[in-house]
């Protein structure tokens, strides 16, 4: 009889300590490993939703352009945001409701600049000069690593 009830004991055991701390280094690793990855998403995101607005804005302009014999000529940069959100609706020109926004529309006889700015801060610009280039740049203000670089690692997109 008490060899059997010392069996039954010895089967109902459960884990050691030593095992239930490794189980919990070990997700703690995948933890390290995964969050910050999972973190820079969001930038991602933010940043995607102002490059697009950026290029939103640029076949916009390229409208406007067609409209006036490939004149660029809108006046001033808030004259300018006016134009092209009168020309497409969806372009936001004021910050708020937690979206990008264009905040730099200036054009001249052949040239232009569209920026738009993610909620995280990073501006993504969109330049046609004379010669009928386009160049994409962005800046990260005060980002330090890739992971707060987001959706702009570089200086160009």
Sequence with gaps: M?????????????????????????IGILAAIAIPSFLSQKSKATDSSAKELARTAETTAETYSTDHNGDYSW????????????????????????NAYLSVATGGASSYTVT??????????????????????????????????????GTTW
Excluded: M, W
């Design 2 to 26: 008490l060899d059997l009830s010392t069996r039954r004991a010895q089967d109902e055991r459960g884990f050691t300590l030593i095992e239930l701390l490794v189980v919990i280094l070990i």
């Design 75 to 98: 006046g001033t940069n808030a004259e300018g945001l006016k134009v092209l959100h009168e020309y497409e609706p969806t372009i936001q020109t004021s910050a708020g409701s937690g």
């Design 116 to 153: 738009a700015i993610s909620t995280s801060g990073h501006t993504f610009s969109i330049t046609r000069n004379t010669n009928g280039e386009i160049t994409r740049t962005c800046t990260a203000p005060g980002a330090t690593s890739i992971a707060e670089k987001g959706g702009c690692p």
